[in-house]
T-cell receptor, first 114, second 111 residues
């Protein structure tokens, strides 16, 4: 079975440009999560969806960040305009409604904003 | 904010040695998960502990949940280079599936 798929794996852009990160969750999973990982702050939850509906976006750093989930198999995280401090690894994870609550992570997108 | 403190932050050992890493919180949590993250990959769940005092074993890895459910430890026996990675603990927010992660322990096992 395919796991969580993220694209691109690496992105280098210049400050001020728009960046769009993409995620395909595991088929049948009801929840989708976006995380950001940096050395300084560790792994932080940005936003999560349940059945394509945003449930908690309290971790989204500011209005430059937005996330959508138009259907059960696709989500995007957009940064506009990007800034150097947005440089990080962004992970998408998904899970299904189950007692274990195991989250399955994608391989991440490594973003560098120059 | 209910923080998870992990220690040590970095650990470098020789193959065959034993080690223990820790995850602590000032507040009680309902369950705790341990993940391992290899370079260039996402975290992968190793175990979930739920009951205070619970001990779980996964081959050479032993996980313990403190009696008061405020702390947990991971012990690795006879470490191997394949154990190298970032070990993260995460507390569950219950049924809302939110996880709060510690910053992790970066383990390097040298051959």
């Amino acid at each position: 079975d395919a796991g969580v798929i993220q694209s691109p794996r690496h992105e280098v852009t210049e400050m001020g440009q728009e960046v769009t990160l993409r995620c395909k969750p595991i088929s049948g999973h009801d929840y989708l999560f976006w995380y950001r990982q940096t050395m300084m702050r560790g792994l932080e939850l940005l936003i999560y969806f349940n059945n394509n509906v945003p449930i908690d976006d309290s971790g989204m750093p500011e209005d430059r960040f937005s996330a959508k989930m138009p259907n059960a198999s696709f989500s995007t995280l957009k940064i506009q305009p990007s800034e150097p401090r947005d440089s990080a690894v962004y992970f998408c994870a998904s899970t299904m409604l189950a007692p274990s609550g195991t989250q399955y992570f994608g391989p991440g997108t490594r973003l560098l904003v120059l | 904010t209910q923080l998870l403190e992990q220690s040590p932050q970095f650990l470098s050992i020789q193959e065959g040695e034993n080690l223990t890493v820790y995850c602590n919180s000032s507040s009680v949590f309902s369950s705790l998960q341990w993940y391992r993250q290899e370079p260039g990959e996402g975290p992968v769940l190793l175990v979930t502990v739920v009951t205070g005092g619970e001990v779980k074993k996964l081959k050479r890895l032993t996980f313990q949940f403190g009696d008061a459910r405020k702390d947990s430890s991971l012990h690795i026996t006879a470490a191997q280079p394949g154990d190298t990675g970032l070990y993260l603990c995460a507390r569950s927010g219950g049924s809302n599936y939110k996880l709060t992660f510690g910053k992790g322990t970066l383990l390097t096992v040298n051959p």
